[in-house]
Nanobody, 115 residues
Framework: QVQLVESGGGLAQPGGSLRLSCVAS????????MGWYRQAPGDQRELVAS???????TYADSVKGRFTISRDNAKKTVYLQMNSLKPEDTAVYYC?????????WGQGTQVTVSS
C-alpha cells in the first residue's frame, strides 16, 4: 500500500523560505514521477512542480526561479524548496506519486505566507 507523508509546512513571512518533504512507502519510489500540487480555498488543485525518475523537472510559471523540486531515492523522499515566498503561495500543498494506473496523494500540509 502506497503512503505519502508530507511535512515542513507552516507560517512564513513574505520573502521567506520553507522546505517541504514527502516520504513515500509501499512502492519502488525511484521508478516514478513525483510532484507537488497546491490548492487554495475556492481554487482547483494545481501542479506546482514535478520531477521524473530521470530527474527531469517542470514548474508552474508562477513559481519558476523561486521553487526547486528534488528527490533522494535512497530516502524515498521528494523535497520542495520554496524561496521568496509570496502571500499568493498560501495553500495546502500535496505530494503526488504518479503511476500509469493510479495517482497517489499525501494528506497535505498547510503553507501560509503572511506578515
Amino acid at each position: 500500500q502506497v503512503q505519502l507523508v508530507e511535512s515542513g509546512g507552516g507560517l512564513a513571512q513574505p520573502g521567506g523560505s520553507l522546505r517541504l518533504s514527502c516520504v513515500a512507502s509501499g512502492t519502488i519510489f525511484s521508478f516514478y514521477t513525483m510532484g507537488w500540487y497546491r490548492q487554495a480555498p475556492g481554487d482547483q488543485r494545481e501542479l506546482v512542480a514535478s520531477i521524473t525518475n530521470t530527474r527531469s523537472t517542470t514548474y508552474a510559471d508562477s513559481v519558476k526561479g523561486r521553487f526547486t523540486i528534488s528527490r533522494d531515492n535512497a530516502k524515498k523522499t521528494v523535497y520542495l524548496q520554496m524561496n521568496s515566498l509570496k502571500p499568493e503561495d498560501t495553500a495546502v500543498y500535496y505530494c503526488n506519486l504518479f503511476k500509469p494506473t493510479q495517482n497517489y496523494w499525501g494528506q497535505g500540509t498547510q503553507v501560509t505566507v503572511s506578515s
